[in-house]
């Protein structure tokens, strides 16, 4: 999945965080942070931009 790969590369070069792809199943894709599922494409049917990722995880660092 290059999409993944290049988000992996983004959040790496943004935060200096370690991303890691987890095989899931049925196509799903879900960003967790700290344990939370933080995007689910269930709900969005498509991949999500960095920026909604980045968005997810500046709200989860303010947790």
Known sequence: MPQASSLQEAIKKKYGLSASLK?????IFEVSIDG???YSNQTTYRFPTDEEIFERIETAKKR
Request: without cysteine; aromatic residues 0%; charged residues 25%.
């Open 23 to 27: 095989e899931g199943a049925g196509g």
């Open 36 to 38: 939370k599922v933080v």
